[in-house]
């Protein structure tokens, strides 16, 4: 983690080029946050036959670990929105090594008393984003250095459960299988690391295109919601609904595919997530190139807009019967992530720049995520209770139309509000 001072000599002179630091950028959070989905996911390739208390087990395992991540978000919105920079690194790595431990907990504990160990191993990793978030906000280019980051959780997500079934043929026992897996993440981890903190901070220019991000009070973290009151909720709202069907998606993948014919081949999960993120992070990622604040906020919000409108085009369409499996899961997987990716990369991040709001984007992002996993955490025991049947499909679109629908009006009206609030002849 420490390279000799000739070596931070020249990668610090290569980082002053823009295009060596973008690409530097990129790789670094890509790399790290796809590294901690090979703590996070693989085990979600697992079927875990079983039952326990009226709900399967592995129901029991999301949900646990789904709630120490909740935990972890919620804890968040203080120990992110005040960290400092010298600390991120160091804390980074601590919280991989402990969720890892999780795992082996995981393995050594008879059913279902080892979900405990689900939530031991969610509440570090809920950390994460908001650490490696912090080495990229405050940018000209920020919105692409996060989109690069963001393409680990849509891509990452396929890679770790092909990993996770693949280890599954090859004999590893189910409960093993998710150890196993994050041993395989832990090394490349260090390595990205390290290349998150040569990352140099924002230069003046930087500053003054997007303000200055500092560690926030209490005080000061209040007075920022307070100041944009019903407009944020809307946005947060939105959110909630948008994690909700996020994390359906992902963590029931196998059961979906299985119910669209396609439950033999590993493969899938990172084939469709491929095209998924392509789109997205293209789209996402190009709005650093509009340097208006105002104009760029706005365009994210159409970008939500778009993306839900689409997730429920396809609905529709797969309705209808013309609409192949894998195109619908394309589809959906792009229209929720369109707008969930929006908030991470350009939502946040241009609405500090705009209002030059003294603080940093990691507090309203785990603002957001503590309220999109607790209502995730419901969701899980609610589909237990309510559609105990073996066929996930219909209970899965059934719940993204309604979802869909609401997120979109949520948008509509923070849209409203903000437009009308920053007017464009005043930006």
């Known amino acids: 983690m420490n390279p000799s001072p000739s070596i931070r000599h020249t990668i610090t002179a290569w980082l002053k080029r823009p295009a060596v630091l973008a690409a530097w950028c990129v790789i670094a959070a ?204 809307a946005i947060l709202l939105a959110y909630l609904l948008l994690t909700v069907m996020r994390s359906v998606r992902a963590d029931f993948a196998p059961e979906i595919w299985l119910s669209l014919g396609y439950g033999e081949r590993p493969s899938v999960f990172t084939r469709s997530e491929f095209w998924v993120g392509l789109v997205v992070i293209a789209i996402n990622g190009a709005v650093f190139l509009v340097r208006n604040n105002r104009l760029a906020f706005l365009i994210s919000l159409w970008i939500c807009a778009g993306g839900l409108l689409l997730a429920l085009g396809a609905v529709f369409t797969w309705h209808a019967g013309a609409l192949a499996p894998f195109h619908l899961m394309v589809l959906l997987g792009v229209g929720m992530y369109l707008p969930y990716v929006a908030v991470h990369t350009t939502v946040f991040e241009r609405l500090i720049a705009l209002t030059r709001e003294k603080g940093n984007i990691g507090y309203l992002m785990y603002l957001a995520d503590a309220t999109g996993y607790l209502g995730y955490c419901g969701v899980m025991l609610a589909r237990s209770w309510l559609k105990p049947d073996e066929d996930f499909l219909p209970f899965f679109l059934n719940l993204s139309t309604g979802l869909l629908a609401v997120a979109l009006l949520f948008f509509v009206v923070s849209m409203w509000i903000f437009a009308r609030r920053f007017p464009s002849h005043k930006y």
């Open 30 to 233: 890509f790399g790290t946050y796809a590294c901690m989905y090979g703590f996070r996911k693989p085990f979600t390739a697992a079927t875990f036959d079983g039952t326990q208390w009226g709900a399967s087990l592995k129901v029991w395992f999301i949900t646990a670990q789904v709630l120490g991540y909740t935990v972890s978000k919620i804890i968040g919105i203080k120990v992110i929105s005040e960290m400092t920079p010298a600390r991120r690194a160091t804390v980074l790595i601590g919280l991989i090594l402990l969720a890892q431990l999780a795992l082996v907990g995981f393995a050594l504990t008879p059913a279902p008393f080892n979900a405990f160990w689900l939530f031991c191993n969610g509440l570090p990793l809920g950390m994460v984003f908001g650490l490696v978030l912090g080495f990229l906000e405050g940018r000209r280019m920020t919105e692409f250095f996060v989109a690069g980051l963001c393409a680990s959780f849509i891509l990452a997500d396929g890679l770790v459960k092909s990993v996770g079934a693949t280890l599954l043929l090859w004999g590893v026992p189910e409960f093993w299988m998710p150890a196993a897996a994050g041993m395989i993440f832990l090394l490349p981890l260090f390595g990205f690391v390290w290349m998150l903190r040569a990352i140099p901070p924002p230069d003046p220019n930087d500053i003054l295109a997007r303000s200055e991000r500092t560690p926030m009070t209490r005080r000061e973290r209040f007075d920022m919601f307070r100041r944009h009151g019903f407009a944020l909720l």
